[in-house]
């Protein structure tokens, strides 16, 4: 397992805009996942995206995934107060069993102004 | 809600005692992962378990020891304690064994350690 790079680390809007943040990784992967933290609260899980897949939607999120630049990009659109919450990638890679651990890097604080 | 839970939420103690922490997995899943979250160190993997079985190992110190028991609840045991363990610890889980399965976070125990 690998450690995902988020950027940028704080990210202000105001409500109603959209938030991009970023992620990059150094090795090959499977899969790469999204997850958001409301402070001190638990991960909740937002999107997967395989390798083979370039782009992926989920309601209000689009990620994509550039496997050549080792990087995706997670999308917020029409912002939301809730959306206020730190943001995790985490990039898995290698065989099954034994390597679905999770590592998070630092993650980017995202704030929604209202 | 993600269907894992953890007890207690909060626990106050002092340095050098005993603490045992408790999850209980999402009904079906076999593996139960612990991280531990801190101010200093980020979010990190501390260990895996799948059906009973450690499968993976992270972080984890020595003075920490960890079990899943028959019926699939894990225990995560500190001792002694000392100041820098004060963090919050969660649990997950998922069914066990692939990439790309999710894994869906408990709310935590926040630890505090005087």
């Known amino acids: 397992s690998q450690q995902g790079e988020e950027d940028p680390q704080a990210l202000s809007i105001q409500e109603g805009e959209n938030a991009t943040m970023n992620c990059s990784y150094k090795?090959?992967?499977?899969?790469l996942q999204w997850y958001r933290q409301n402070s001190g609260r638990g991960l909740v899980h937002l999107i997967l995206i395989r390798s083979n897949e370039r782009e992926k939607h989920s309601g209000r999120l689009r990620v994509t995934l550039d496997t050549s630049k080792k990087s995706s990009s997670l999308l917020i659109t029409a912002s939301r107060a809730a959306d206020t919450a730190s943001y995790f990638c985490?990039?898995?890679?290698?065989?099954?069993?034994?390597?679905?651990?999770?590592?998070f890097g630092t993650g980017t604080r995202l704030t929604i102004i209202p | 809600d993600s269907g894992v839970t953890q007890t207690p939420k909060h626990l106050i103690t002092a340095t050098g005692q005993r603490v045992t922490l408790r999850c209980s997995p999402r009904s079906g899943d076999l593996s139960v992962y612990w991280y531990q979250q801190s101010l200093d160190q980020g979010l990190q993997f501390l260990i895996q378990y799948y059906n009973g079985e450690e499968r993976a190992k992270g972080n984890i110190l020595e003075r920490f020891s960890a079990q899943q028991f028959p019926d699939l609840h894990s225990e995560l045991n500190l001792s002694p304690l000392e100041l820098g363990d004060s963090a919050l610890y969660f649990c997950?889980?998922?069914?066990?064994?692939?990439?790309?399965?999710?894994?869906?976070f408990g709310p935590g125990t926040r630890l505090l350690v005087l």
């Open positions: 090795t090959s992967i499977n899969n």
């Open positions: 985490a990039p898995r890679g290698g065989s099954n069993f034994g390597n679905e651990k999770l590592t």
């Open positions: 997950a889980s998922s069914v066990g064994g692939q990439l790309q399965e999710t894994q869906y």
